[in-house]
């Protein structure tokens, strides 16, 4: 799953679209925080039936980051959590400050999620002690706002591995924005350090296809367009590659934006598209040799009529290969979806697009 956060700094008609836009990619939640400086209490109040409303509205529940304060300030009791869902609260994922035996208590009436990147087998061994409703708790990592506090990916992966023996069943972790970032430092909110700045799609793929992470949600405050488009063409599988054309072929170049297979017997240095000789009807002036040039890694290749048989198939490089006067380099894919090739396995299907 993949979806969004907002945050009770922002406008209602902002929030408003945080919950439309999860409701169109068919999220079920929201992230957001309900650390309440005494100052804004009267705001939370004030949006809080707001947003239950649109939570109705929307199908979208919301999963809150709470302290024992927060629920206090609210005049919630562990006792009486129901009284939360009148606020589209459906989950609360407990900060420092409360006991295994609270989260085990909580369980049994309303989902709780836990801290993924501080839980210890310890605790799960308490919650389970403590007779939770297993059912209803998730554990979902921090994200980290100050550069360098990041999480590594092997950190992840070894913490996530511990979770799943214990018996949790699912997993969260944040990713940033690329368009506008939250305050105050404004340096993206990821879980991994390595993708504070790098393209959201690869940072989406990298905690889904290797970290066994079940859920995806963008700790910033937005996303442009192009982004939530290509992680949802990826979530129906197709990998979007970007790439910068070589030739001036529009001919050929149309012929090739398009989706396209990986052979099921993957190849080590390269990506062979399975439709390219199979499907595709190539006029004899489009294979002759031109542009046989180094094939760097992520280089779109065409073999050319030098190659007999081979002639007209589409290929991205894995890794860099020399020059081969039987094969012509179109394209390149750009630099910041080359970590995408990695997720392109046999019988993965993928689309090149075109960008200037």
Not at 45 to 59: F, W
Not at 179 to 203: F, N, S, V
Request: charged residues 25%.
């Amino acid at each position: 799953m993949f979806s969004f956060s907002f945050y009770f700094s922002e406008p209602l008609e902002q929030i408003e679209k945080k919950f439309q836009q999860a409701s169109a990619h068919g999220c079920t939640e929201l992230f957001t925080s309900l650390h309440i400086p005494e100052d804004d209490l009267d705001k939370y109040h004030q949006k809080l039936p707001r947003i239950g409303e649109l939570a109705k509205r929307c199908g979208v529940g919301v999963v809150a980051d709470v302290t024992p304060s927060s629920l206090t300030k609210l005049g919630i009791s562990g006792e009486r959590l129901s009284a939360l869902r009148g606020w589209g609260i459906s989950g609360l994922r407990l900060d420092d400050g409360f006991s295994m035996k609270e989260a085990a208590h909580y369980s049994h009436q309303i989902k709780v999620v836990l801290n993924a990147s501080t839980l210890t087998e310890r605790e799960c061994d308490e919650l389970a002690a403590c007779s939770a409703n297993w059912g209803r708790i998730e554990a979902w990592h921090n994200f980290y706002p100050r550069p360098e506090t990041g999480l590594s990916k092997e950190t992840v992966i070894q913490k996530n591995q511990i979770l799943r023996r214990k018996g949790i069943r699912t997993i969260a972790a944040f990713i940033p924005g690329n368009k506008e970032k939250r305050g105050p430092l404004h340096q993206g909110l990821p879980t991994l350090e390595a993708h504070r700045h790098m393209d959201p799609l690869c940072a989406y793929a990298e905690l889904v296809r290797d970290c066994d992470v079940d859920k995806v949600f963008i700790g910033d405050f937005s996303m442009t367009d192009e982004a939530l488009m290509r992680i949802k063409e990826f979530q129906d599988g197709i990998i979007p590659l970007r790439y910068r054309p070589l030739v001036k072929q529009r001919e050929l170049l149309s012929m090739v934006e398009t989706a396209h297979t990986n052979r099921r017997d993957a190849a080590r240095d390269v990506i062979r598209s399975l439709e390219s000789r199979l499907s595709f009807l190539w006029p004899k002036h489009l294979l002759a040799p031109a542009c046989t040039i180094e094939r760097q890694k992520g280089s779109v290749t065409i073999d050319n009529v030098r190659y007999g048989r081979y002639a007209g198939e589409l290929q991205i490089t894995l890794t860099d290969l020399p020059a081969d006067d039987k094969v012509n380099v179109i394209g390149r894919i750009i630099e910041d979806d080359l970590p995408l090739l990695a997720y392109v396995g046999g019988g993965q299907r993928f689309r090149l697009v075109q960008v200037i």
